[in-house]
């Protein structure tokens, strides 16, 4: 079946602009997870969204940031006045449930971002 | 809080050889799931295995391995007879069982190079 979906996968844009990456999670799955992969801090985590419930928000980085995810399926992320520490590889997840499951959680190849 | 150390940053060996990636957690929580993945250089982060904190038996899954053992707080992945395609980086991670989000916490990946 079809895995996750990241789009587009690279996205190149200037210091400043605003930038909007999608995630297509696996059908079927409820838990849909952003991470960054950068070279400096490595894969950390940004923001967990589970069902109807209020998204886990505790790993954005700052207020520039954002995400939704509509339907309970397709999610964006947004990047706001983009500056070049944004630059990373940016990772969707998805697992069948979140919570205290242990679900494995299944990646998309990621969106990898380069502000000049 | 928690941690999750892989010590080794790069290993290369040569093909047929067998390898151990070595990864050490720390965590307060009693509950909790350990796993790995293998990121190939097509950058897709790909399941491999899953533990929970109750289940010590080490697993076997064709040349791979892992050995858990919670009084050392070591979560091992041995490769036997390694191949050209197992050349990946490979990261452990960690995650609690509690409500909200199954964050992943995962160390700083270990760059495996197998070389014909």
């Known amino acids: 079946g079809a895995g996750v979906s990241q789009s587009p996968s690279n996205k190149v844009t200037e210091k400043g602009k605003d930038v909007e990456l999608r995630c297509d999670p696996i059908s079927g799955h409820t838990a849909l997870y952003w991470y960054r992969q950068s070279l400096g801090q490595g894969l950390e985590f940004l923001i967990y969204?589970?069902?109807?419930?209020?998204?886990?928000k505790s790993g954005l980085p700052s207020d520039r940031f954002s995400a939704e995810r509509t339907g309970g399926s397709v999610s964006t992320l947004t990047i706001q006045r983009t500056q070049q520490e944004d630059s990373a590889v940016y990772l969707c997840?998805?697992?069948?449930?979140?919570?205290?499951?242990?679900?494995?959680?299944?990646f998309g190849d990621g969106t990898r971002l380069s502000i000049l | 809080a928690q941690k999750v150390t892989q010590a080794q940053t790069e290993i290369s060996v040569v093909e047929k050889e067998d390898v151990t990636l070595d990864c050490v957690y720390e965590?307060?929580?009693?509950?909790?799931?350990l796993f790995w993945y293998k990121q190939p250089p097509s950058g897709e982060l790909v399941f491999l295995i899953r533990r929970n904190s109750f289940d010590e038996q080490n697993e076997i899954s064709g040349r791979y391995s892992w050995n858990f053992q919670k009084s050392t707080s070591s979560f091992n992945f041995t490769i036997t007879a390694s191949q050209v395609v197992d050349s990946a980086v490979y990261f452990c991670?960690?995650?609690?069982?509690?409500?909200?989000?199954?964050?992943?916490?995962f160390g700083q990946g270990t760059r495996l190079t197998i070389n014909p």
């Open positions: 991670a960690l995650s609690e069982a509690r409500r909200g989000a199954q964050k992943l916490v």
């Open positions: 997840a998805s697992s069948e449930s979140g919570g205290q499951s242990g679900q494995p959680q299944h």
């Open positions: 965590t307060r929580d009693t509950t909790y799931y």
């Open positions: 969204f589970q069902g109807n419930s209020a998204p886990d």
